[in-house]
């Protein structure tokens, strides 16, 4: 079986954060976002892989190569215009199609703790053409409804109902599964799968199915999400695969090679990531992931804030609920709370996390 990564969107809710990497490259509990999902799909023995590229995709091709440093070979495609899900997978299909083996397709954005070899058995023996992850929230207006027949069947999609108060729902989820024939209701161009190809496909009684699952699902859609999958990550909800960071104490997780002083206070859950340095009397609370090669001068306090990489925190600063992108250096005299620091710190954004 072969996969198809889409990376290729500007991930223009995410901003400003994405002024700073793609999307494929945010990290949660310091692994960008798409690592995770490469090394979760070679696990699962998918390892010959597709990726569109069209936002700073010279970033996400630097980062990731060919692959073989993720146990997994990579082939691109570079788009000079956006062609949506589904129309990036069309162009794709002489790679991605093996006889008697369905395709995989997921966003560069989803946190998913799903049974990969579970769904995979369901859609072979369901004889579906598609098969859809869902994931169950107690909210779905943001998402819209997928409404299932006994035997799983997709009967309809509700979009985004205002009204909802029918409880638990099962939504979209963003993993596919497409036997190799589904390609050919794909026509030139752009075309969608969520917003087009499977309401249309239903609505003509195509085997289209769903596979809903109990585990976490976050698609990082914004800010909130963005910290709730670091969160959830802190709080072991939701796995990193193969996570360079180790657990020294409960909800503690440090790299190895991170310096911390002896008088330094670690407040669970958080995390602090490679070759990163935690000065005496600093302190690191509760909800805070500290990247790489970040420095925390004395006295300093960093709370339920995420930092990236190669960020330093100057000597009595007190961060809140702040997230700080590469390269950022900090000094405030007074507590700086709800911020967004992108680049150098040469522009910072205060928005409602």
Request: aromatic fraction near 8%; glycine fraction near 10%.
């Given at each position: 079986?072969?996969?198809?990564?889409?990376a290729?969107?500007?991930?223009?809710?995410?901003r400003?954060?994405?002024?700073?990497?793609?999307?494929?490259?945010?990290p949660?509990?310091?692994?960008?976002?798409?690592?995770?999902?490469?090394?979760?799909?070679?696990?699962?023995?998918?390892?010959?892989?597709?990726?569109?590229?069209?936002?700073?995709?010279?970033?996400?091709?630097?980062?990731?190569?060919?692959?073989?440093?993720?146990?997994?070979?990579?082939?691109?495609?570079?788009?000079?215009?956006?062609?949506?899900?589904?129309?990036?997978?069309?162009?794709?299909?002489?790679?991605l199609?093996?006889?008697?083996?369905?395709?995989?397709?997921?966003?560069?954005?989803?946190?998913?703790?799903?049974?990969?070899?579970?769904?995979?058995?369901?859609?072979?023996q369901?004889?579906?053409?598609?098969?859809?992850?869902?994931?169950?929230?107690?909210?779905?207006?943001?998402?819209?409804?997928?409404?299932?027949?006994?035997?799983?069947?997709?009967?309809?999609?509700?979009?985004?109902?205002?009204?909802?108060?029918?409880?638990?729902?099962?939504?979209?989820?963003?993993?596919?599964?497409?036997?190799?024939?589904?390609?050919?209701?794909?026509?030139?161009?752009?075309y969608?799968?969520?917003?087009q190809?499977?309401?249309?496909l239903?609505?003509?009684?195509?085997?289209?199915?769903?596979?809903?699952?109990?585990?976490?699902?976050?698609?990082?859609?914004?800010?909130?999400?963005?910290?709730?999958?670091?969160?959830?990550?802190?709080?072991?909800?939701?796995?990193?695969?193969?996570?360079?960071?180790?657990?020294?104490?409960?909800?503690?997780?440090?790299?190895?090679?991170?310096?911390?002083?002896?008088?330094?206070?670690?407040?669970?859950?958080?995390?602090?990531?490679?070759?990163?340095?935690?000065?005496?009397?600093?302190?690191?609370?509760?909800?805070?992931?500290?990247?790489?090669?970040?420095?925390?001068?004395?006295?300093?306090?960093?709370?339920?804030?995420?930092?990236w990489?190669?960020?330093?925190?100057?000597?009595?600063?007190?961060?809140?609920?702040?997230?700080?992108?590469?390269?950022?250096?900090?000094?405030?005299?007074?507590?700086?709370?709800?911020?967004?620091?992108?680049g150098?710190?040469?522009?910072?954004?205060?928005?409602?996390l």
């Amino acid at each position: 079986m072969r996969g198809m990564i889409l990376a290729a969107g500007e991930g223009t809710r995410l901003r400003p954060l994405t002024l700073a990497r793609p999307k494929a490259l945010v990290p949660i509990l310091t692994v960008p976002i798409m690592a995770n999902i490469v090394r979760w799909l070679s696990h699962a023995g998918i390892t010959e892989l597709a990726v569109n590229l069209w936002y700073r995709g010279e970033d996400i091709e630097r980062f990731f190569g060919d692959g073989s440093s993720f146990g997994v070979s990579i082939i691109y495609l570079h788009e000079d215009e956006p062609h949506g899900t589904a129309g990036a997978v069309r162009l794709m299909g002489d790679f991605l199609c093996e006889p008697e083996e369905p395709i995989l397709v997921i966003g560069c954005d989803e946190f998913i703790d799903l049974d990969l070899k579970a769904m995979v058995g369901f859609h072979r023996q369901s004889g579906a053409l598609i098969t859809i992850s869902l994931a169950w929230v107690d909210d779905p207006r943001p998402f819209g409804v997928v409404e299932l027949a006994d035997d799983g069947r997709v009967v309809r999609f509700v979009e985004k109902p205002k009204d909802w108060t029918g409880g638990k729902a099962p939504v979209n989820s963003g993993v596919y599964l497409l036997q190799p024939e589904a390609l050919r209701f794909i026509p030139k161009g752009f075309y969608d799968f969520g917003r087009q190809m499977f309401p249309k496909l239903v609505s003509e009684g195509a085997p289209i199915y769903g596979f809903a699952s109990e585990g976490y699902w976050n698609d990082i859609g914004h800010l909130g999400n963005y910290r709730d999958a670091n969160e959830a990550a802190l709080r072991k909800k939701a796995p990193i695969q193969d996570c360079p960071l180790k657990e020294i104490k409960p909800f503690v997780f440090v790299h190895p090679s991170a310096e911390i002083s002896d008088e330094a206070q670690l407040v669970p859950p958080c995390a602090v990531g490679e070759n990163s340095v935690i000065k005496a009397g600093a302190r690191v609370g509760a909800e805070t992931v500290i990247g790489n090669h970040c420095h925390i001068e004395s006295n300093a306090v960093v709370e339920r804030t995420i930092l990236w990489s190669q960020v330093t925190v100057a000597e009595g600063t007190h961060l809140v609920d702040c997230i700080i992108t590469d390269g950022c250096h900090i000094q405030s005299r007074e507590p700086l709370q709800g911020a967004i620091l992108v680049g150098q710190g040469e522009a910072n954004w205060n928005y409602p996390l």
